[in-house]
């Protein structure tokens, strides 16, 4: 059996130290595992399967004898170094935004799309977090009744914005409940303008604002569902539209997603039967009982999760539910390493030569 030596790009990071979980977890024969990051962090020591590593430089030699890469240190980062990487023969698995749009780099989420990794030239994509939970959510549906049309708003976690905005927004629920003035550096985005505190706040921008009015975090989920489901970010056979908030809670992206069907056949016992038997998706979807997902449940873990359920009693074919997941998880570390698997299931850790 092939063993492979493994390199995490941005090890010490929330992500990263995530990924380093999964993988001692992952049916991968791992020969060696290399920990990267930026300068400040080298020298650091991590665990992995109760070994002791040193968390090394990440530079372009960094990748020598190196059979696959899963990085999450940012998009700069991984344009700069992921091609280096592949010159060098390893695969990559990239959870930033560089490469998504690129036509010629997959777009991944096992178990809906993992059949296009078989054309990769070297660098797969790691959908955008929130992008992951809806789609793996509809995907089951997409291929019992159709879509025709999504309308999601999310309600995103501080930790998505990375661990400095995390550490602001506690400091700032602090300073209000001591009743002083919360100070705001780095939420909506750091590339913008103005900043707002997030604690007892929502914010109604991710990332920065397109000519239209869409933020750049809208207008990936847009794009990016239609390249995972159709193999083509400006598909016209789907419309999807985006609303992305961002609110203070640690870990646990929450969705409104209301979605129309092809099917006029769908109800919400089969939608809700759909969703129970399909693998990493899990039911909680008792009024009665009030039972429904909550992201300090979801936390932690690797499924997403699916409640809510019921139809637009407006509109035929018509439905809308409710999907949390853990955004450091299901949504990054945990969809990266599952790639990785694919990869290696289907023997695709090389590099094509042209």
Known sequence: MR???VAILG???AVGQRLISELEQANIPVKQVKLLASKRSAGKKLQ???REITVEEATPESFTGVDLVLSS???AVS???LPEAVKRGAVCVDNTSAFRMDDDVPLIIPGVNDEQLAHHHGIIANPNCSTIQMVAALYPIFQRFGLSQIIVSTYQAVSGAGKAAWDEMLQQAQDLLNGQQPQAQILPTGADRKHYPLAFNLLPQIDVFENDGYTHEEWKMIHETKKILFNDQNSSQIKVTATCIRVPVEIGHGETVYFVVKDHAASVKAIQQIIAQTAGLVL???PSKQLY?????????????VGRIRADEENAGAFHMWVVADNLLRGA???TVEIAECLVRDNLVRVPQD
């Open 48 to 50: 992995f399967k109760g």
């Open 3 to 5: 063993e492979y030596v």
């Open 73 to 75: 240190a940012g998009g």
């Open 284 to 286: 909680q979807d008792d």
């Open 11 to 13: 090890a010490t990071g």
């Open 293 to 305: 997902p909550q992201p300090l449940q979801a936390a932690g873990k690797r499924e997403t999760f």
């Open 333 to 335: 570390a945990s969809n």
């Open 79 to 81: 344009q700069k170094l």
